[in-house]
């Protein structure tokens, strides 16, 4: 079975830093999703990034990038220039893909609080 | 596309009473996913819904769980005899099938059983 383990209970980052939260899974697949859901207090959960296994470059959305290391199995995102509004709960989350029987629901980590302060 | 909508957004329960909740998904999209998350965890898979099939149950669905999708479009969570360990939120997310397929979240219900 897949596992997906956040180290970090709780970071914290100074506005317009940069702040990475560290992420490692295990597998047996060779072909997988892996996710960043950002989680605002008492909002709901929005996708940040998404990286397939198969490719070699690493995600980049925006201020958002990620660290893919397949042989490590290591998934870290990095948030340049961070912003107040970064602050939230940010959740790791791995995926099959939806072939041979995979049903395709997200296994998560149990997340990380970044704080950001002014 | 007005995103995944569940209701209630809230609900405060006695023990023992039964609860359903429900969840609308984005209108073309076939599967639908139930996810119940406590506090300081991550959400953890309860069932799967292809169109109107339920096509898996995780086994933190016990049998005082039952989940439906009449005709493939809403869908319920119904809970008998809560305890207060049901206490949690309870999300609903759906996606198209394919295998590029992402999950789009609801606001969830958050349950309080007391």
């Known amino acids: 079975a897949q596992t997906v383990t956040q180290s970090q209970p709780e970071m914290s980052v100074q506005e317009a830093e940069t702040v990475t939260l560290s992420c490692t899974y295990d597998?047996?697949?060779?072909?997988?999703?892996l996710f960043w859901y950002k989680q605002p207090p008492s909002r709901q959960m929005i996708l940040v990034i998404r990286?397939?296994?198969?490719?070699?470059q690493n995600a980049t959305e925006n201020r958002f990038s990620v660290n893919f290391q397949k042989a490590a199995k290591s998934f870290s995102l990095k948030i340049s220039d961070s912003q107040l509004g970064d602050a939230a709960m940010y959740f790791c989350?791995?995926?099959?893909?939806?072939?041979?029987?995979?049903?395709?629901?997200?296994?998560f980590g149990k997340g990380t609080k970044l704080s950001v302060k002014p | 596309d007005t995103g995944v909508s569940q209701d209630p957004r809230h609900k405060i329960t006695k023990r023992g009473q039964n609860v359903t909740f429900r969840c609308d998904p984005i209108?073309?999209?076939?599967?639908l996913y139930w996810y119940r998350q406590t506090l300081g965890q991550g959400p953890e898979f309860l069932t799967y819904?292809?169109?109107?099939?339920?096509?898996?149950k995780s086994r933190l669905l016990s049998d005082r769980f039952s989940a439906e999708r009449p005709k493939g479009s809403f869908s319920t969570l119904e809970i008998q005899r809560t305890e207060q360990g049901d206490s949690a939120m309870y999300l609903c997310?759906?996606?198209?099938?394919?295998?590029?397929?992402?999950?789009?979240f609801g606001p969830g219900t958050r349950l309080t059983v007391t």
């Open positions: 997310a759906s996606s198209l099938g394919d295998r590029e397929g992402e999950q789009y």
């Open positions: 819904f292809q169109n109107e099939a339920q096509l898996e």
């Open positions: 990286q397939e296994a198969y490719k070699q």
């Open positions: 989350a791995y995926r099959s893909p939806h072939y041979g029987g995979s049903q395709g629901n997200l296994i």
């Open positions: 209108s073309e999209h076939n599967r």
């Open positions: 597998t047996s697949e060779s072909d997988y999703y």
